[in-house]
Every structure is written in structure tokens, then in C-alpha cells.
């Protein structure tokens, strides 16, 4: 097969998990690796670009960038955009959008950068082609990034379209649920291995379940997905991308594990286990109504892996909650290591462990800490 030219892509993630996504690019096969801010740039072609997007668990959006310019005033960004030659990228009769990340003295507004860009793609078609392609905020067929830092301008394709957390597994929803891209970077930061049992007490949709799952069994966290944005490009290959789904699903393995879901609400049990019905696990996952506090584990030893809910303006219910939760960790669970991601950092201290390990991460816009405790079987000096 002819080789594909290389290009430069950039995956956006969230802040905290760049190593992860970084060694990630690096076993699937991508050059030039560079790890930036909530984000890691690197090259490939275009079979890569479709793979990366299938298969990359930490990745949010893959943009592909199409022009690098320096501006010296606002009107230069019309200018440049212009620049384009857009007809090779999206067709006139194709819905687009415009989203801007905005780091600059010359524009403080994001959305007038954004209508900016509009205005000069609608108008490079109109002055060319005596035709204009409609704005789509919805449901686009071409999504362009601007990214603008100080007067550096860089101009992308979204590769993605929707957003690569929403892997189309997960058709109930629950209050709160932690970001599939963040719980897959969790499991992939605590080292879990499918040999070890994992138990989510506060499983709520079954997130964490399900992404556990599928690193279990090497499946793509995107195969349920039926549409990504480099579908709607001109140079769309769709022999090339079903050539490297059936490649993906001839990787998948079938190993033994046990994972266990819990959770106090019935009504969430019942969310996860029609979302576990839709990703294919409901038979090999465990989904149970089960009050975590003064709970029994299902297994002697394992890895606990919990999103505490809490609600910012009720302190005393989270100094309590997160108490009960310690209590029934040292009491219950000896053996156990155990990881809790949360945002509420003043309620930690009540669980009344000392935690061996604290990792900073972002969940969504909240500054997060994950906090490992390993309860002990028998006092700590025993154990060595």
C-alpha cells in the first residue's frame, strides 16, 4: 500500500492527564510527540487521524491544523482567514461553526473572534463561488477551531465533531456523572489491571464500569460511535476507516474480570444497567442497589475507585458522608486499595485516613485531587 503523507494533529484532554494521553499516542503508533498544556501535539496520517480518534481514551477533540499566522491588529484575522483556500476543506452547501479559544491582547472576546472568522469563511465563498454555506451551532458538518495566543493565530479543522467523551454507550444519565475521559484517565493513572477486581460503591451510570470494560477487553472506547467530523471532508475515506475498525475489533481480548457496581439510589442502578445493556456488559458487569456505608465487599481483596456525590453548599452532609466513608473503609475493606476523586478538598480531612497518594486533575471546570488509601490487613507494621 502507497504510504500516506504525515501532518501535524493536536488532541486536547484535561489538565492532568497530558502523560497519560501522551504514552497513549506513543503505543499507537504516533511521530513527533510533544506533550503541551491539556493537550499533546504529534503527527500521523490519515488512517492515524481516523485510529486516534476510534481508539484514544484521554483525547476530547482531534484538530488538525490548516494555517499558522501572526496578526498585528484585528482586522488581520478577516485577512488571514482568507487565506484559506476553503473549497478544500468543506463544501458550500455544508453547515459549519466556529469556536474560539481566546488568549490575546488584541481580542478579548472570544465570540467576536468567532464572528469574525464567520464572516470572512461565508464571505471567501460568496466573493468565489456567488454562493454562502450556513452556520450550524447545533448540529454542524464542519466544526473549525480558532486558537488564538497573544497575536499568534492557528487556524484548525475538529477532526472529532462531537466531542470524544460522549462514546455512545451511555444513553442514561445521572446527576453528575464524571466525564468518560476522565474516568478512563483515572483507571489508566491508578494502574488498573483487569486481574484485580474493581469495585465502584457510588456507581451512578456505570461510567467507570463500563471504561474499566473496555480497557479490559482492548475494545476502542469510540466503536459505538456511528459519526466523527472527519466523515464530512472532502478527502473522507471510508474504505480506509472500515479497514481500521475491522482491525481494531480483531485486537479486542476476552479476559476474565470482575467489576462491581453499587449504589444506594435504584433509580441509578437501574440507569447503569441499561447503559451496561448498551455497551454489551450487562452480563459480564455486576450492578447492584447497595448502600456503600457499613457495606461487605464482594470480593477479599481489590481496587475501589469512587466519585463521592456533594453538594458545595451543604458542608455538614459532606464532613458526615466523607466520615461514614472512612469508617467503613478502615473497618470493612482491609486489603483494599482504595482511590476518591473529589472536588470538595476541605471535606477530605473527615474521611480520617492519610492518604499515600494525591494527583491534581481537572473535572470539568472544578480543580480535583484523587486521593489513594491503602487499608491495611492488621496494623501497617505487620505487613512488612
Not at 179 to 197: D, K, S, T, Y
Request: with cysteine.
Amino acid at each position: 500500500m502507497e504510504s500516506l503523507p504525515l501532518f501535524e494533529m493536536t488532541a486536547k484532554t484535561l489538565g492532568g492527564l497530558e502523560p497519560i494521553l501522551e504514552k497513549e499516542l506513543r503505543i499507537l503508533g504516533a511521530q513527533d510527540i510533544k506533550v503541551l498544556k491539556r493537550a499533546v501535539s504529534f503527527k500521523g496520517d490519515k488512517g492515524f487521524l481516523y485510529k486516534a480518534n476510534l481508539w484514544l481514551r484521554t483525547a476530547i477533540r482531534i484538530y488538525v491544523p490548516i494555517g499558522n499566522y501572526q496578526l498585528r491588529n484585528q482586522e488581520d484575522l478577516y485577512k488571514k482567514v482568507q487565506l484559506i483556500e476553503w473549497e478544500k476543506y468543506m463544501a458550500v452547501t455544508q453547515s459549519f461553526r466556529i469556536d474560539a479559544t481566546v488568549y490575546s491582547e488584541l481580542f478579548s472576546n472570544s465570540k467576536f473572534v468567532e464572528q469574525k472568522t464567520k464572516d470572512a469563511v461565508v464571505d471567501y465563498f460568496r466573493d468565489k463561488f456567488g454562493e454562502r454555506p450556513d452556520v450550524d451551532l447545533q448540529d454542524p458538518k464542519i466544526r473549525i477551531h480558532i486558537h488564538l495566543s497573544d497575536r499568534f493565530l492557528t487556524i484548525n479543522l475538529d477532526s472529532s465533531g462531537d466531542p470524544l467523551f460522549k462514546r455512545g454507550y451511555r444513553t442514561e444519565v445521572g446527576f453528575a456523572p464524571i466525564n468518560e475521559v476522565l474516568a478512563a484517565g483515572i483507571l489508566q493513572l491508578i494502574g488498573w489491571q483487569p486481574h484485580r477486581p474493581l469495585l465502584d460503591p457510588m456507581c451512578g451510570s456505570g461510567t467507570f464500569l463500563i471504561e474499566a470494560a473496555l480497557m479490559a477487553q482492548n475494545m476502542p472506547p469510540n466503536i459505538y460511535r456511528d459519526a466523527f467530523g472527519f466523515m464530512n471532508w472532502p478527502d473522507y475515506d471510508e474504505e480506509l476507516h472500515e479497514l481500521i475498525e475491522e482491525s481494531a475489533f480483531k485486537k479486542t481480548r476476552n479476559p476474565e474480570f470482575k467489576i462491581f457496581g453499587r449504589d444506594k439510589d435504584p433509580n441509578m442502578v437501574e440507569k447503569c444497567r441499561a447503559n451496561l445493556k448498551t455497551a454489551l456488559f450487562d452480563e459480564v458487569i455486576e450492578a447492584k442497589h447497595i448502600e456503600f456505608i457499613d457495606s461487605k465487599p464482594p470480593t477479599e481483596r481489590g481496587v475501589i475507585i469512587m466519585n463521592p456525590p456533594y453538594d458545595m453548599r451543604l458542608r455538614s452532609d459532606n464532613e458526615e458522608l466523607y466520615g461514614q466513608i472512612g469508617k467503613t473503609l478502615k473497618h470493612n475493606y482491609p486489603g483494599w486499595e482504595a482511590w476518591i476523586i473529589t472536588a470538595d478538598l476541605d471535606s477530605v480531612r473527615y474521611i480520617g485516613l492519610r492518604p499515600t497518594r494525591k494527583i491534581a486533575l481537572k473535572n470539568g471546570p472544578l480543580d480535583s485531587k484523587l486521593f489513594k488509601y491503602e487499608m491495611f490487613a492488621g496494623k501497617r507494621k505487620e505487613r512488612h
